[in-house]
């Protein structure tokens, strides 16, 4: 049976430090508090907020590599009790993918990562029937750039990029259907400074030449689409109380592409991607807090939009 989404991308043990502020080049930073290991890997976080969003029927499927470990079994369960399919998940020989992440009083982060058995996820991998079947694919940079092309050149339904890491997703960028960076990936991607105007996305997208949609995450100002044929809009954010922004981006990108999968607009689909993320991050961790059916009962069919 074909899957609605299937995640190809990164499963990481991600060690969280507290600090009263991020560090500067050639800083020392005392930690505030004892750290923590939790389950992260943009891939894993995407799958996790898919499945969690749309429920027992979502239809996710998660392809990657775990190492050896216990850790990589544990990745490995965690996502499979949340209703993913974990069939596409190998184990190699060595560790698993590891992050530390250095998170502020505001929620701010720095994320220092290591591949780990995701650098061993080959070309191979992930030409299947599952990712060819898939509604939709969704692919970022944390793994190969030969294994990320594989995957969009075999995907036949929608293909969803997030060039996360940026450096190197020039490559690719041309095999994707709906790309989406946040303000910074957009930058490096346009080899320009981060816009500071929403006018300035807009330009730094054109520049891009793309025959893909862009949507550009802007954390607390939400999203921004930018199709071929249509004005730049705007999706706006509620506010929240925010506790930590880490993988608000990855819980986008994951509640996105089911939405798609299911057939809405971006833009429609784009609504229900920021709420989801502005939900994230109320809670803590690289997947914060999860969205759930419940939390969208009585949101509109169509999101609220902004021209501009």
Known sequence: MSRQVVVVGSLNADHVVDVQSLPLPGDTVLGRRRSETIFGGKGANQAAAAASFGGPTAGVSMVGHVGDDEIGREMTGALAALGVDVTGVGVVEGPSGRATIVLDPDGQN???????????LTPRDVETQQVAEAVAVLVQMETPPETVAAALRRASGVRVLNPAPAAGAMSVLG??????????????????????????????????????????????????????????????????????????????????????????????????????????????????????????????????????
């Open 175 to 308: 095999l994707a259907d709906v790309v989406v960076p946040n303000r910074t990936e957009l930058a490096i991607l346009a080899d320009a400074s981060a816009a500071r105007t929403h006018e300035e996305a807009v330009a730094q997208v054109r520049s891009l030449g793309l025959a893909a949609a862009v949507v550009v995450t802007l954390g607390a100002d939400g999203a921004l689409v930018v199709e071929h044929g249509a004005d730049p809009v705007l999706v706006p954010a509620s506010p929240v109380d925010v506790v930590d922004t880490t993988g608000a981006g990855d819980c986008f990108c994951g509640v996105l592409s089911l939405e798609l999968a299911r057939g809405r607009s971006l833009r429609n689909a784009c609504g229900a991607a920021v709420r989801a993320a502005s939900l994230s991050v109320t809670g803590a961790g690289a997947r914060g807090r999860l969205p759930v059916p419940s939390d969208f009962a009585s949101f509109p069919s169509r999101d609220r939009e902004a021209p501009c």
């Open 110 to 120: 720095l994320i220092l990562v290591e591949a780990g058995a995701n650098a061993l």
